[in-house]
């Protein structure tokens, strides 16, 4: 995550300084969404895919030894890609297809564990595998779309990777896990998590995946279909913030690694927000309207914000630490906080926003860069506490 934000800054420093202009043998933009979609967060969610899953699931545990090669091939996939974003549209495809079969590999085995699990409620793991299992055609999707020189595929798969696979596993386990660490930090609250909400979630998800299918498709811009749609992201944004009140958002703030985690699924409102805004703008004439401030508020602030919450919690948690944000992850958490802002600002201060876009690239480097340097460093270590693991 880290090391594809350098690259990045590194692209787009190079666009301010012609020195530094890098060679190009596919589209950097496409590249970029790609990574920041279907790279980093699937290979975050194998932790608890393959720890939690099997507790949900009432199924034997698995060793990290189970899942080392295919993440290795993940990890050397991406990494291809961003080579041979550069090099040649042959590599980088090589390296897009390597991360599907390493992705493939993963979502096999999850899909067997749910298949196999006798437990009475199976329906979270089942909607996580069926994300999982999309994920993996949208990665083959995509290096098929570099070998046969179509690079606006990959911005297609990267937006159906959003809202078909990463969103839908996000907001499967926000509405699982958020109520349950909230009720266990602080018992005034309850664990209120009917089925509906979970529906409801995952179809405002999919209905965004298939409008950006649609509009690949067929090119759906007329003003009333961009009213109808920013309608019903207006009514997702009221709806996700009012949840994230009940859920004991203000409740939460008292202890900050909760607080994390609860002001990242804030950010999922205000991207619908930004998104009912973004379209009305489009409807009334007012082209591009917002822009990627939508995308850049579900990508780096929902996403990116639950991300750094969760490894963090989980860090400390398999480390034998306490569950705790320290100053320090605080102080990382509200970096992360400055450059969602500052991409989003890039959109309303159009003169300076190449400039802008360094800045926010920068403080995302600083964010997650500081975060593996300091927790990564406890990885493959005994745990503090003495304990086995």
Known sequence: MALAGLWWLLELAARLVPAMALPHATVPTYTHALIMSLGFLPLFFVGFLFTAGPKWLQMPEVSAHAVLRPVAACVSGWFLLILGTHLSAVMAGAGVALAAIGWSVLTHRFVVMVLRSKASDRLHAKLIAVACVIGAGLMALAALGLWLGHPSWLRLCAYLGLWWFIVPVYTTVAHRMIPFFTAAALPILDSWRPYWLLWTLLGLAWWQGAWVLLDFLDGLQSPVWMGLRGAVSAFAAVGVLALAVRWGLVQSLKIRLLAMLHLGFVWLGLAYALDAGSLWMQASGHLGGLGL???????????????????????????????????????????LQLAVLARLGAVFWAAYSSQVLVIAALLWVVATGGWALRYGRWFGLPRVDGKAG
């Not at 963090?312 to 990382?332: K, Q």
């Open 293 to 335: 401030a939508p995308l850049h508020a579900l990508s780096m602030g929902f996403l990116g914000s639950i991300l750094l919450a969760m490894a963090t919690r989980v860090s400390c948690g398999h480390s034998g630490r306490a569950l705790t944000a320290d100053n320090l992850a605080w102080g990382l958490y509200g970096v």
